[in-house]
């Protein structure tokens, strides 16, 4: 049955009118305050850049941004109420590598750390370094190197503990360089200056929390695992420099999988413009943190490949 044209004008102009609204309820995206989840405590490095850095992207959004702090259990709390929060833009939080390391520990989480999650954009890389005490014989990582091999069992390393991305580095330098050094897992990072200061461990490899003590001529730190060299530390090699593999201290912002890609692509360009403001980029210098500009198709690769080099040196270390 054929429509008169006078209905047919009518549900042409119908359907229009329709797609016209449907637009603009997109282009007022947001319209409501956004809330971060950072599964982290609050004072921490990720929860002071997550701050700094929602402030000044609410510039380009328009709308204030609400951070909510998640901690527990190496950051699985928080990242379960994201994963299960709805997809409209409203709910996005922080990445770190902790939140898809957990995963590979054998513990049983209720969300896929790769797939449950839309990718927003980068922000950073938390500085790694190989540290020793200033008077340490050792003023290379290849004479560190070479000492793990002469003397294998004798140096002790310190890191924030099992399975970090600290730890997976460092067996990732042994099992390339051929040297075998002794873990000493502490409670977490802050712990590890301590352990390095008070003669516990010959070097660490850790966050920046040998930054004041590198300042204070009291550490000499010997490598970084950031890709290109820390803009803080110009004259430190990386470890690719040097030749080894590491990985990567993630920093990124995500949201829950599903969603829609004009709200994605509004809350990338946000961010990313965000990257620029001169209190963010002085908090992440005073923190010894790279600032990273990367979209987030970008951060998706990076994390799914950091997940794979992840999972073979958990199954080299359990097989050998």
């Known amino acids: 049955m054929r429509l008169p044209k006078s209905a047919l004008r009518i549900a042409t102009m119908g359907?229009?009118?329709?797609?016209?609204?449907?637009?603009?309820?997109?282009?007022?995206?947001?319209?409501?305050?956004?809330?971060?989840?950072?599964?982290?405590?609050?004072?921490?490095?990720?929860?002071?850049?997550?701050?700094?850095?929602?402030?000044?992207?609410?510039?380009?959004?328009?709308?204030?941004?609400?951070?909510?702090?998640?901690?527990?259990?190496?950051?699985?709390?928080?990242?379960?109420?994201?994963?299960?929060?709805?997809?409209?833009?409203?709910?996005?939080?922080?990445?770190?590598?902790?939140?898809?390391?957990?995963?590979?520990?054998?513990?049983?989480?209720?969300?896929?750390p790769i797939k449950d999650f839309s990718y927003i954009s980068y922000y950073g890389d938390n500085v790694i370094g190989v540290a020793v005490l200033e008077k340490s014989p050792y003023k290379t990582l290849g004479e560190l190197v070479t000492e793990g091999k002469k003397n294998p069992g004798k140096l002790k390393y310190g890191t924030a503990g099992v399975g970090t991305t600290q730890h997976l580095t460092t067996e990732a330098l042994q099992r390339a360089s051929g040297a075998k050094f002794?873990?000493?897992?502490?409670?977490?990072?802050?712990?590890?200056?301590?352990?390095?200061?008070?003669?516990?461990?010959?070097?660490?490899?850790?966050?920046?929390?040998?930054?004041?003590?590198?300042?204070?001529?009291?550490?000499?730190?010997?490598?970084?695992?950031?890709?290109?060299?820390?803009?803080?530390?110009?004259?430190?090699?990386?470890?690719?420099?040097?030749?080894?593999?590491?990985?990567?201290?993630?920093?990124?912002?995500?949201?829950?999988?599903?969603l829609p890609e004009p709200i994605r692509d509004k809350l990338e360009g946000a961010f990313r413009k965000a990257l620029t403001d001169k209190a963010f980029q002085e908090t992440m210098q005073r923190l010894a943190m790279e600032v990273v500009d990367l979209p987030g198709a970008e951060v998706k690769k990076l994390v799914e490949d950091q997940f794979e080099l992840a999972k073979q040196l958990i199954t080299d270390i359990k097989t050998n």
């Not at 928080?78 to 994963?83: T, V």
């Not at 004041?212 to 890709?227: G, I, N, S, W």
């Not at 990386?238 to 990985?247: D, I, P, V």
């Open 182 to 258: 002794v873990h000493v897992p502490q409670q977490g990072s802050a712990a590890s200056a301590p352990a390095l200061l008070g003669g516990h461990v010959d070097f660490i490899m850790e966050t920046s929390v040998w930054a004041p003590f590198v300042e204070d001529k009291q550490v000499r730190l010997l490598a970084v695992t950031t890709p290109k060299r820390a803009k803080s530390y110009p004259d430190v090699p990386t470890m690719g420099e040097l030749g080894y593999k590491s990985l990567r201290s993630v920093q990124a912002i995500i949201a829950p999988a599903g």
């Open 15 to 112: 359907l229009a009118i329709a797609t016209m609204l449907s637009g603009a309820a997109r282009a007022e995206y947001p319209e409501k305050p956004i809330t971060m989840i950072v599964p982290w405590a609050a004072g921490g490095s990720t929860d002071q850049t997550a701050r700094v850095l929602a402030k000044a992207a609410e510039a380009h959004l328009g709308q204030t941004i609400v951070i909510v702090n998640r901690p527990g259990a190496s950051t699985t709390i928080g990242m379960a109420e994201l994963a299960k929060a709805s997809p409209d833009g409203y709910t996005i939080g922080t990445l770190s590598s902790t939140a898809y390391l957990v995963a590979l520990q054998g513990r049983q989480l209720p969300f896929d």
